[in-house]
């Protein structure tokens, strides 16, 4: 079975502030990638995603995230953090084998955005 | 375009208690997914439809879970015998088959007392 690990619970930045979130994650296969964000309020919302090609994959709002496939990471990034970006980011994998499409989330990471 | 719709948004329930919580995914939607997401945690697979097939139900915690989607559309989670530990938000999501993008909605948190 898979799983997935966010080190950092919570996150204090200021404005402006350049940001990486840790994602490391465990499974035998290959797999898809995906990062989620939790608005205050609001529904999960898919921030970006890695199928395979370029493990550079950029998303909404700034966001991007690399894979290394041999350090099984997928980090977060953002240079510039805006107060907006206060929420809860969770790292999830679904392995690639199609129909089986049920995420495996981490415990999500905390960021608050001071301005 | 209405996204995933989850009713009630908040159930207090007695321990004991039977409950059913609805999803509505979005339309067209084959899959549909159900999570528990407890207190500082990441959400956790609960069960998995295509479209009335229930294919997976690996994730459900005791027998006292119970899932349908009788029509491929709506789905009810139905908890019998609510205990504490259940109190928890409840996820529900849908995707069109064979896009792994799963649509979130607002979640139901029910709150065993």
């Known amino acids: 079975a898979q799983s997935v690990s966010q080190h950092n619970h919570h996150v204090i930045l200021s404005e402006a502030a350049s940001l990486e979130l840790g994602c490391n994650y465990s499974?035998?296969?290959?797999?898809?990638l995906f990062w989620y964000v939790q608005y205050p309020g609001q529904h999960l919302q898919l921030l970006l995603k890695y199928f395979s090609g370029d493990p550079l994959v950029k998303g909404i709002k700034g966001f991007e995230a690399e894979f290394i496939k041999s350090k099984f990471s997928f980090n977060l990034r953002k240079p510039s953090v805006q107060w907006s970006d206060t929420a809860e980011y969770f790292c999830?994998?679904?392995?690639?084998?199609?129909?089986?499409?049920?995420?495996?989330f981490g415990t999500g990471t905390r960021l608050t955005i001071i301005p | 375009g209405a996204g995933v719709s989850q009713s009630p948004r908040y159930k207090v329930a007695k321990r004991g208690q039977d409950v059913a919580l609805r999803c509505d995914p979005i339309s067209g939607h084959v899959s549909l997914f159900w999570y528990q997401q407890a207190l500082g945690q990441g959400p956790e697979f609960l069960t998995y439809f295509q479209n009335e097939a229930q294919l997976d139900k690996s994730g459900l915690p005791s027998d006292r879970f119970f899932a349908e989607r009788p029509e491929g559309s709506v789905s009810t989670l139905k908890i019998q015998r609510t205990q504490q530990e259940d109190s928890a938000v409840y996820l529900c999501?849908?995707?069109?088959?064979?896009?792994?993008?799963?649509?979130f909605g607002q979640g139901t948190r029910l709150t065993v007392v």
């Open positions: 999501a849908s995707s069109p088959l064979g896009n792994t993008e799963a649509f």
């Open positions: 499974y035998g296969g290959t797999v898809n």
């Open positions: 999830a994998v679904t392995p690639s084998n199609f129909g089986n499409e049920k995420l495996t």
